[in-house]
């Protein structure tokens, strides 16, 4: 196999699978792994993957991501709740960071136009929040999730990682209480815990649909978390465990 079409298989192996490791790469394609490893920081510096520990991932967004449009739509009522309950959390001159959720571009939507800061890595909220002459934006930049409207990947990470915020308002793909919050790629995953990483309060906006679920990629523990916001078909044992976790539990 020529260098090139080991290239191209790796490019194809990744983009079907999502991610891949670098032992099973080096089976496939029937070389070291030390090659592999030469490979990967190659196709990664034209773009075309992104290495992570012990093997890649791929850069274009899985299928398995709701399209935004759908996500607007989906609990809608119960999402606008939360939204409402999440914003007087916000004070004037806050630093704050929202996620691509579309929760967080219903508080977008009705921010006051008070002095605040916000960094965000979704283009919505951006545009949402670009009519209010008091809030300054800044937004990440980096890979656009065209599913998602929102910017993942090395660059987005490296951007979040040069702020430190006060309160961090983010949603995910589920909430499990032994694996915690998980989203449904890497990607995702790997943003949001950058996000909790720079920021002294953690608020997770989930509404009742994402308990119990255990999505493809871990986010964070929730012992991470210094606050949940959630609509009122909660069940109460799961409230209770929450509370005995030490996480401040708000029902709307």
Known sequence: MLVAERYEKIVQLVNERGSIRVTELSELCEVT????????GR?????????????????????SEIPYAEREITHAEEKRRIAEEAIKRIQPKDRILLDASTTAWYMAAIMPDIPLTVLTNSIKVAIELSSKERIEVISTGGILAQRSLSYV?????????AYHVNKVFLSCKGVHFERGI??????????????????????????ASKFGVNAFAQVANLSSVSELITDSRIEQGIAAQLAERNIAVTTV
């Open 43 to 63: 196709l990664e510096a034209e773009g075309r993957l992104r290495r992570s520990h012990g093997g890649a991932v791929s850069v274009k967004e899985p299928q």
């Open 33 to 40: 792994e030390e090659t592999i490893r030469r490979d990967l």
């Open 153 to 161: 990947g090395p660059l987005a990470e490296r951007s979040l990682e």
């Open 182 to 207: 998980s989203e449904s790629n890497e990607l995702q995953a790997r943003i949001k815990e950058r996000m909790i990483s720079i920021a002294d309060h953690v608020v997770l906006l989930a509404d």
